[in-house]
C-alpha cells in the first residue's frame, strides 16, 4: 500500500461569507461569495464551466456552476434556482451569512482550444449559469478569441437570467448578442420574439473555425444540434455540459456517472464526438 | 514466489494471541443466530476458523467503507461555524480469516479510492489493516471466485495467506506487513518440507474440481455489453424482476457509491455522514430539475452491469468488478445476480 503523502482532506469545505444576493428572475438569485480566507481568496482560481459544492450550515451540500469568471478575482458568483433542500435555506440566508464551499471541480471549458477561434454560446434556462462565465471570460480577454456569438431564449422576458446585463450587450462591437422570448405580453421586450432556433437563421458562422458552447435543458440540446449540423459543424467542435445528480464531486460517491465517466471529473464539459461514445449521455 | 512458512494447527490459537497483542483483530465470528459475520474479537476462542464458515452476509468493506460514516462534524462557533473533520482512529487492525475472493475485492477498492483524487477516509483504515487470508477449499454453492480469477487461491495482495494442509497450515508471507507478523514468532512458524509443497500443490489442484453450480463465462458477455449489442429484452426481463431494494449494491464487496448528508447530531452540533447507496434507488440519479435520466428498473439493472462488466470500466479498474463471493445469489429475492445476468447476455 502507497503511502498517503498527501494528508488533504477532500471533503473539508473553507468558510465563505456571501457578500451580496441580487434576485434574478422568479425563483432564481445571483449569490456573490468571497472566502473567509484571504490567502485562499487571493489563490483561489478556476476554469469557465467548472462548479463548486457550497454547505448551507444544517442543511447539506450540493454543487453549483460558477457563473462569474476568473478574470475578475476576489468574489465568485452562483446563479441558483430554488429547487431542493439545500437551496430551500440557501434561499432563506441574508448577505453577510456564512456558507461552507470547496472546489472548484470538472474540467471547465478547453479555453486553450478556444482561443484564436470564433465562438458560438447557445444557452436555455438556467444553462446560461456556466455559460455567463465563458461569456465574461472570453469579453474580458477579447483580443484572444474571434467572432463571439450569443444565442439565448426564454419563455417571456421575466425568464431571462441576466436579462439587463445581457441586454447592454444587443448593441455591443464586441459581439453578436442574440436574445429571444416565445411571447411579450408586456410589449416592452427590446430584442426578438420567437422560437430561440429561428435567432440561428440570423447568424454567419464558419464552422470550421467556430465552436459552439451549449447548455440548457435536454429537450433543447436536439434542436440546437440539428441546427448546427445544418451547418455542418464537426462533432468535435460542439461542447455540451451535461447535468447530473452529484454529490461529493470528487468522483467517488457514484451519483454523477454516465457510461464509464464522471461528470464531476471527466465533465461536466463534454464534445459532442465524447458524449457520443457515452452509452447514456443524451 | 512468496516466502512461506508452516504454522501446525495446534498453534493457531498461539498465533491469535500474538495478532490480539498488535493490533485490533476483526474475524469471522459466529452470531447466536447461527450467521458467520466478521466482528471484532477479543479472544482466540471466538474466531471461527475451520474452514467450512460460509462467506458473511456484510462483506469486509464496511471496516473501510462503513455502512454509515461521519466526515466531519461542524457547529456554531462565535466567530462563525467550524469544519472539524473525523477521521477514522489511527489504530492497527488485522482483518483475520478473510477469504480471497474479498482481498480481492479490497484491492478493487484500494485502486478506486486512490486513483485521480485520493480519499483518505478510505485509504487512512486501509494503510492501518493487515489482511490474513484463509482460501477455501470448500466453496459453497453459490462461489464463483475460480471465473473470476480472484480465488480461491491468490498470487498477492495479501499480507499472511494460510492455506489448510491437514494438521498444519502452509503460510504465505505476502507483504513487509505480514512479514513482521511472522518475524518476531519465529519458533511458531516452521520451515517448508518438499512433502508439504506437494500437498498444497495437490490440495490447490483439487480445489478447482470442487466449484459446483455457480458458473459465469464472463468474456462473451464483456465483448456484447461493451459494444452495447444485449438484446433490450434482457433488461426489460431483468427490471421486471427487480424490486429495487439494493440489496444487491449492499452486500457486494466491491460497490462504493455513497450517499451524502447532514444530520442534527447533537444541541449544537451537525454531522455530515456518508452512507452506502445504490444505483438501483431510483432516487439515485434524480437531478435537480426533477429530470431523471435513469427512471426505468431495466435501465438501472442495465447501468449496475455495465459498471461491473465493461470492457471500458475494465481498463479503467484493471479488472472486471466481480469477485465471484456470491452474495448477489443469496441476496436478491428477485434472482437477479451475477451468473445469471452473464449467462442471459451471453445467450441473448
Same mark, same amino acid.
Given at each position: 500500500m502507497k503511502k498517503i503523502i498527501k494528508e488533504l482532506n477532500i471533503?473539508?469545505?473553507?468558510?465563505?461569507?456571501?457578500?451580496?444576493?441580487?434576485?434574478?428572475?422568479?425563483?432564481?438569485?445571483?449569490?456573490?461569495?468571497?472566502?473567509?480566507?484571504?490567502?485562499?481568496?487571493?489563490?483561489?482560481?478556476?476554469?469557465?464551466?467548472?462548479?463548486?459544492?457550497?454547505?448551507?450550515?444544517?442543511?447539506?451540500?450540493?454543487?453549483?456552476?460558477?457563473?462569474?469568471?476568473?478574470?475578475?478575482?476576489g468574489i465568485i458568483e452562483f446563479c441558483i434556482r430554488q429547487t431542493g433542500k439545500v437551496t430551500d435555506s440557501l434561499f432563506r440566508l441574508s448577505p453577510n451569512s456564512l456558507i461552507g464551499i470547496r472546489g472548484p471541480y470538472g474540467n471547465g471549458f478547453p479555453i486553450e482550444k478556444l482561443e484564436n477561434n470564433d465562438l458560438l454560446i447557445v444557452a436555455g434556462g438556467l444553462g446560461m449559469a456556466p455559460l455567463r462565465s465563458l461569456l465574461r471570460y472570453v469579453l474580458d480577454s477579447r483580443e484572444r478569441f474571434g467572432e463571439v456569438t450569443l444565442i439565448y431564449g426564454g419563455r417571456n422576458p421575466d425568464d431571462m437570467l441576466f436579462k439587463y446585463e445581457l441586454l447592454d450587450l444587443l448593441d455591443s462591437p464586441e459581439m453578436n448578442c442574440l436574445l429571444s422570448v416565445d411571447r411579450d405580453d408586456s410589449g416592452t421586450w427590446p430584442a426578438?420574439?420567437?422560437?430561440v432556433t429561428a435567432l440561428f437563421d440570423r447568424i454567419k458562422v464558419e464552422a470550421r473555425s467556430t465552436y459552439a458552447a451549449i447548455c440548457g435543458p435536454p429537450i433543447m440540446y436536439k434542436y440546437v444540434l440539428e441546427k448546427l449540423f445544418e451547418r455542418n459543424f464537426s462533432y468535435d467542435r460542439i461542447l455540451m455540459s451535461l447535468e447530473r445528480h452529484m454529490k461529493c464531486g470528487v468522483g467517488k460517491c457514484g451519483h454523477c456517472a454516465i457510461g464509464y465517466k464522471y461528470i464531476c471529473m471527466d465533465g461536466p464539459i463534454f464534445t459532442y464526438q465524447e458524449a457520443l461514445d457515452l452509452p447514456e449521455a443524451v | 514466489m512468496n516466502n512461506v512458512k508452516i504454522l501446525f494447527k495446534e498453534d493457531i490459537n498461539k498465533f491469535v494471541q500474538i495478532c490480539l497483542k498488535e493490533a485490533k483483530v476483526i474475524a469471522?465470528?459466529?452470531? $447466536? !443466530? /447461527?450467521?458467520?459475520?466478521?466482528?471484532?474479537?477479543?479472544? +482466540?476462542?471466538?474466531?471461527?476458523?475451520?474452514?467450512?464458515?460460509?462467506?458473511?452476509?456484510?462483506?469486509?468493506?464496511?471496516?473501510?467503507?462503513?455502512?454509515?460514516?461521519?466526515?466531519? $462534524? !461542524? /457547529?456554531?462557533?462565535?466567530?462563525?461555524?467550524?469544519?472539524? +473533520?473525523s477521521l477514522a482512529d489511527e489504530s492497527k487492525r488485522i482483518i483475520f480469516g478473510i477469504r480471497p475472493c474479498d482481498v480481492s475485492a479490497i484491492l478493487f477498492l484500494d485502486r478506486f479510492f486512490r486513483s485521480d483524487i485520493e480519499d483518505i477516509y478510505y485509504l487512512k483504515k486501509r494503510e492501518n489493516t493487515a489482511l490474513i487470508s484463509f482460501c477455501c477449499h470448500e466453496p459453497q454453492e453459490t462461489c464463483f471466485c475460480i471465473c473470476t480469477d480472484s480465488g480461491p487461491f491468490l498470487t498477492y495482495g495479501f499480507d499472511l495467506q494460510f492455506i489448510d494442509l491437514e494438521d498444519r497450515y502452509f503460510v504465505e508471507i505476502g507483504t513487509p506487513k505480514g512479514e513482521k507478523l511472522i518475524k518476531f514468532n519465529k519458533n511458531l512458524f516452521k520451515d517448508v518440507s518438499v512433502a508439504d509443497e506437494k500437498l498444497r500443490q495437490e490440495i490447490v489442484e483439487s480445489t478447482k474440481n470442487k466449484f459446483k453450480s455457480a458458473r459465469a463465462y464472463f468474456s462473451k458477455t464483456i465483448r456484447k455489453l461493451s459494444e452495447g449489442k444485449v438484446d433490450?429484452?434482457?433488461?426489460?426481463?431483468?427490471?421486471?424482476?427487480?424490486?429495487?431494494?439494493?440489496?444487491?449494491?449492499?452486500?457486494?464487496?466491491?460497490?462504493?457509491?455513497?450517499?451524502?448528508?447532514?444530520?442534527?447530531?447533537?444541541?449544537?452540533?451537525?454531522?455530515?455522514?456518508?452512507?452506502?447507496?445504490?444505483?438501483?434507488?431510483?432516487?439515485?440519479?434524480?437531478?435537480?430539475?426533477?429530470?431523471?435520466?435513469?427512471?426505468?428498473?431495466?435501465?438501472?439493472?442495465?447501468?449496475?452491469?455495465?459498471?461491473?462488466?465493461?470492457?471500458?470500466y475494465v481498463e479503467k479498474n484493471e479488472t472486471h468488478g466481480c469477485v465471484g463471493c456470491g452474495r448477489c445469489i443469496v441476496t436478491c429475492l428477485g434472482n437477479i445476480n451475477m451468473p445469471v445476468v452473464v449467462e442471459k447476455i451471453r445467450r441473448s
Open positions: 471533503y473539508q469545505p473553507h468558510s465563505a461569507r456571501i457578500i451580496k444576493i441580487h434576485p434574478q428572475i422568479q425563483g432564481h438569485r445571483l449569490f456573490l461569495v468571497k472566502f473567509e480566507d484571504d490567502k485562499i481568496s487571493r489563490n483561489f482560481t478556476y476554469k469557465p464551466g467548472q462548479f463548486m459544492e457550497l454547505t448551507v450550515f444544517g442543511s447539506g451540500e450540493a454543487p453549483f456552476s460558477l457563473s462569474s469568471s476568473p478574470t475578475r478575482p426578438c420574439i420567437g422560437p | 469471522p465470528f459466529k452470531t $447466536t !443466530y /447461527g450467521d458467520t459475520i466478521f466482528s471484532p474479537v477479543t479472544s +482466540p476462542s471466538e474466531v471461527v476458523i475451520d474452514h467450512g464458515y460460509e462467506n458473511s452476509i456484510i462483506p469486509p468493506k464496511e471496516f473501510f467503507l462503513p455502512q454509515e460514516e461521519t466526515m466531519l $462534524t !461542524y /457547529g456554531r462557533y462565535k466567530e462563525g461555524y467550524k469544519f472539524k +473533520p433490450r429484452n434482457v433488461w426489460d426481463e431483468l427490471g421486471q424482476r427487480c424490486f429495487s431494494c439494493g440489496g444487491c449494491s449492499y452486500v457486494c464487496p466491491t460497490c462504493s457509491c455513497f450517499d451524502v448528508a447532514d444530520l442534527l447530531r447533537s444541541r449544537d452540533g451537525y454531522s455530515r455522514i456518508r452512507t452506502w447507496d445504490s444505483c438501483m434507488f431510483a432516487g439515485f440519479t434524480k437531478e435537480a430539475s426533477g429530470h431523471n435520466p435513469r427512471l426505468e428498473k431495466k435501465d438501472r439493472v442495465c447501468r449496475r452491469y455495465y459498471h461491473k462488466l465493461s470492457y471500458q
